[in-house]
């Protein structure tokens, strides 16, 4: 065979295997016609209630409650399952976001972006930095925030010292920074001591609602949950609530619904008991955990109400009897979460107008 026409068979081939290849990448990611329709044909049974999920143990005690009725429709898409029923009246969507800021932002940004949503519930389990409230209380905040968006100052440079780029706007010494510093050990008294370490200046998100310009950016630090929704949670705070996990393993306190002022979220497990005193004297944070803030920056800038509602496994960092428990007590705090949930859900469901976006 010519040399010639062996390079362009070649060619041929090579070309038709990438454009294969590529056909079968645009299928995996994107929504394909089936696709469409059923989400179509569901979304025509909305609008729903999506509730967000971390992970599955805090998932599956929903899934096992009686007052939860699952119906046939399943959808998977980039990863997520998303599961269809009831609570109640209510239709609602669950979805199981896994570990961390980044995937709850993802699962919340595909369940708003792909289904008829008009309200976001997110809840599971959290580290506590509240001294006054306990394991298995539940904890409804009025503000979420992300603390671990950071400017790390350079060693040497102090509060006065402006920031790199907090001239255009990037970042910002408004809302305080943690000098490591003040928590040097094994120093003499009136000796004086400094850390490498320096300062680390907490920093607001940039967003972009969509009701706003596109590329033109704001800044949210501490995102409120809705206001009706926080007013229906106020009639949670009697519900009864689980304080065994077994006849002899129990909570010497008996657990309550909290409503509290702010709640914290980071892609860091917090097990420290100075940083968890810092944060709730600094900023009044009860619960701790990894997620929240990620649904609340989403729900904003897509003007979707939202609540969150954690149930609490662990003192951060120890400090009492029962602290450091969560691997005993995160099933107890998961199965409290769910409760309230239900509760909220059944009296969401209640209130005759239809509800729409922020």
Same mark, same amino acid.
């Given at each position: 065979?010519?040399?010639?026409?062996?390079?362009?068979?070649?060619?041929?081939?090579?070309?038709?295997?990438?454009?294969?290849?590529?056909?079968?990448?645009?299928?995996?990611?994107?929504?394909?016609?089936?696709?469409?329709?059923?989400?179509?044909?569901?979304?025509?049974?909305?609008?729903?209630?999506?509730?967000?999920?971390?992970?599955?143990?805090?998932?599956?005690?929903?899934?096992?409650?009686?007052?939860?009725? =699952?119906?046939?429709?399943?959808?998977?898409?980039?990863?997520?399952?998303?599961?269809?029923?009831?609570i109640?009246?209510?239709?609602?969507?669950?979805?199981?976001?896994?570990?961390?800021?980044?995937?709850?932002?993802?699962?919340?940004?595909?369940?708003?972006?792909?289904?008829?949503?008009?309200?976001?519930?997110?809840?599971?389990?959290?580290?506590?930095?509240?001294?006054?409230?306990?394991?298995?209380?539940?904890?409804?905040?009025?503000?979420?925030?992300?603390?671990?968006?950071?400017?790390?100052?350079?060693?040497?440079?102090?509060p006065?010292?402006?920031?790199?780029?907090?001239?255009?706007?990037?970042?910002?010494?408004?809302?305080?920074?943690?000098?490591?510093a003040?928590?040097?050990?094994?120093?003499?008294?009136?000796?004086?001591?400094?850390?490498?370490?320096?300062?680390?200046?907490?920093?607001?998100?940039?967003?972009?609602?969509?009701?706003?310009?596109?590329?033109?950016?704001?800044?949210?630090l501490?995102?409120?949950?809705?206001?009706?929704?926080?007013?229906?949670?106020?009639?949670?705070?009697?519900?009864?609530?689980?304080?065994?996990?077994?006849?002899?393993?129990?909570?010497?306190?008996?657990?309550?619904?909290?409503?509290?002022?702010?709640?914290?979220?980071?892609?860091?497990?917090?097990d420290?008991?100075?940083?968890?005193?810092?944060i709730?004297?600094?900023?009044?944070?009860?619960?701790?955990?990894?997620?929240?803030?990620?649904?609340?920056l989403?729900?904003?800038?897509?003007?979707?109400?939202?609540?969150?509602?954690?149930?609490?496994?662990?003192?951060?960092?120890?400090?009492?009897?029962?602290?450091?428990?969560?691997?005993?007590?995160? =099933?107890?705090?998961?199965?409290?979460?769910?409760?309230?949930?239900?509760?909220?859900?059944?009296?969401?469901?209640?209130?005759?107008?239809?509800?729409?976006?922020?």
């Amino acid at each position: 065979m010519d040399r010639r026409v062996l390079s362009c068979l070649c060619m041929f081939f090579v070309a038709l295997f990438m454009l294969f290849n590529a056909q079968n990448a645009l299928v995996s990611c994107a929504l394909t016609s089936q696709l469409h329709e059923q989400i179509t044909r569901i979304n025509e049974e909305g609008p729903y209630i999506g509730l967000v999920i971390p992970n599955s143990f805090e998932l599956n005690p929903l899934l096992q409650n009686p007052a939860y009725t =699952p119906s046939e429709n399943i959808i998977d898409f980039a990863g997520r399952r998303f599961r269809f029923g009831s609570i109640g009246n209510e239709p609602v969507i669950l979805v199981m976001t896994g570990l961390s800021m980044i995937n709850a932002a993802i699962t919340t940004q595909l369940l708003l972006s792909i289904f008829n949503i008009k309200g976001v519930v997110h809840y599971g389990i959290a580290g506590n930095a509240n001294p006054s409230l306990h394991i298995g209380d539940v904890a409804i905040p009025h503000y979420w925030a992300h603390l671990a968006l950071w400017s790390w100052q350079r060693y040497g440079q102090g509060p006065n010292d402006t920031l790199p780029l907090e001239q255009n706007g990037d970042y910002t010494r408004k809302v305080g920074f943690l000098k490591f510093a003040d928590f040097t050990t094994n120093v003499s008294l009136g000796s004086s001591f400094d850390n490498v370490l320096n300062n680390i200046w907490y920093q607001p998100e940039e967003i972009f609602p969509v009701d706003g310009i596109p590329e033109e950016r704001q800044h949210a630090l501490w995102v409120p949950v809705d206001s009706d929704y926080y007013q229906i949670a106020t009639k949670l705070e009697k519900l009864k609530l689980d304080a065994c996990i077994n006849s002899t393993t129990c909570l010497s306190t008996t657990p309550k619904v909290k409503l509290v002022e702010r709640g914290a979220s980071a892609s860091i497990y917090l097990d420290n008991a100075a940083y968890r005193t810092f944060i709730y004297n600094k900023f009044q944070v009860s619960p701790v955990e990894m997620e929240s803030a990620s649904v609340a920056l989403i729900c904003l800038q897509q003007r979707v109400p939202f609540i969150v509602i954690r149930a609490l496994s662990d003192l951060a960092g120890g400090g009492s009897a029962e602290s450091n428990e969560a691997d005993t007590f995160a =099933p107890l705090a998961a199965t409290n979460s769910v409760k309230v949930v239900i509760e909220f859900i059944k009296l969401l469901s209640s209130r005759s107008p239809k509800w729409s976006p922020m």
